[in-house]
């Protein structure tokens, strides 16, 4: 308050040496809450930082863009209907992803849907050869009726559930149906420990109860069937 | 032969004895007047200019950047007593980077970062370009001593005590160095896209993509997409070659600036010694300088 009543008084004594009043900058009015100055530094540093985020966030969207990006759903068609049989599976290989020649591939194993098994009939059943731990290739060994994989030693049953090593999770399945009399492959999804079918999950990610929200669906991904 | 300039500067030079350091200031030497020196020729006069023009040319460098000075700092730091050959490993760090960095310029020159084309530049580098066996094998092995020595670089300095104060900044730009570089090892991996780096690569996404919450969508920024795609490779490629080597170049800068500001540490088994407490008068007069001040 005190230093209120000096600005305004005018200098008849009063002020001493050391009392003195710094001068008021151009411009000042009473009650102001901004300098001029400040406000120009304010809105110089604003202006600035919206060009700045004008150049990167499209460029980070542009990075980022794919995780939201759900591609065409592409169906194959792997062999007519005769080819496959409930007791064991055939190995077919498609085309997953476009554009990249051979690396695109990936291979299924079909077979026709057993009643023994608590399956509905007339379907056909696709286990995808990619181990639920990190992603290597599985093969299915006839003889011993699973699924083996070289990397860590992951082994599945013959529906594709966990028998031992560290997989976390089902192999995982493709989509099917008949067209034609031709069995064609669709897009992927993950089964949980009960071989229920949830959205497609990478490998290494657990399925069902709480781990659906620890290891969320992806927007890229097809719902499951 | 001309006498080469003191590169010594003068504040860390050690002074003359008295009597040897040359005519007292203001007085000419004796025999100037006896006999003077001959005026020099014109060949001469411009033999002795060619002789100055490097100093001329650093000295207007200089002037412009006052780059003197923080050489001067820079180079003439001391260093504390017991330094050894592990304070040289940060050293040897940078200069694999520095060699990762010229051999992939010009592998780049020839690799194509494309899936369907991206195995056969590699066999083309390694089988037809010449020495581009070579320039392959030094990036490739270069990376792995990278990642060795950065290792042992980081061991040195927890086993010496240097990331304490005031160097734990140091630490922690080091500690995201270390990640960077081990960054550069796994989009690197995958460039050859060969079956080795593609299952590698397939793995290491995975890995990635097992982090509770954010994993699976870390996974899809690296592949660009639920699967290894056609952008995987071009999008590792970016990251490898441009992201990452800007962050290390200018990461390293700063690492360095505080290490020159800091100083480095003395290894632990060396003592810390206490000034002498140097007698009042005895110095003073710079007589008697073998004693007290050269006891560091």
New interface residues.
Partial sequence: MADDADKTTPANGATTQQERVKPEPPGYFEGESMTRRKAFAVAAQGLGGLAGAAIVLPAVGF??A??F???KERWEAVGPVSDFVEETYRQVVFT??????D??KTTAYVRKSSPELGEKPGEFIAVSNRCAH???PVRFVEAAGNFICP?HGGVYDFVGKVLGGPPVRPLDRFQTRVRNGQVEIGPRYSVTSQLKPVR??????FTGGIWEY?????P??FPAP | MPKLPNLVPAPLRKPAKPGQAGPRKGQAPADLKTSPPERPSDVQRLVAQAKEAPIDVAAWLDQRTGASGFLTGMLFRKVPKGTNWFYTLGSATMFAFIVQAVTGVFLAMFYTPSATQAYASIAHINNEVPLGAFVHGMHKWGASVMVILIFLHMGRTFFFGAYKYPRELNWVIGVVLLILTMTMAFTGYLLPFDQRSFWASIVGININGTGPVLGPYLSDFLRAGPELGATTLARFYAIHMLLIPGAIIALIGAHLYLVVKLGTTAPPWVRAQRPKVAAPTAQLDGADRGNGASAR
């Fill in positions: 990075a980022v794919p995780i990006h759900r591609g997953e992803t476009e554009g990249i020649g690396a695109g990190l992603g290597c990397c497609a999950r990478d490998p290494g990610e620890l290891y969320p669906p992806r890229s991904t």
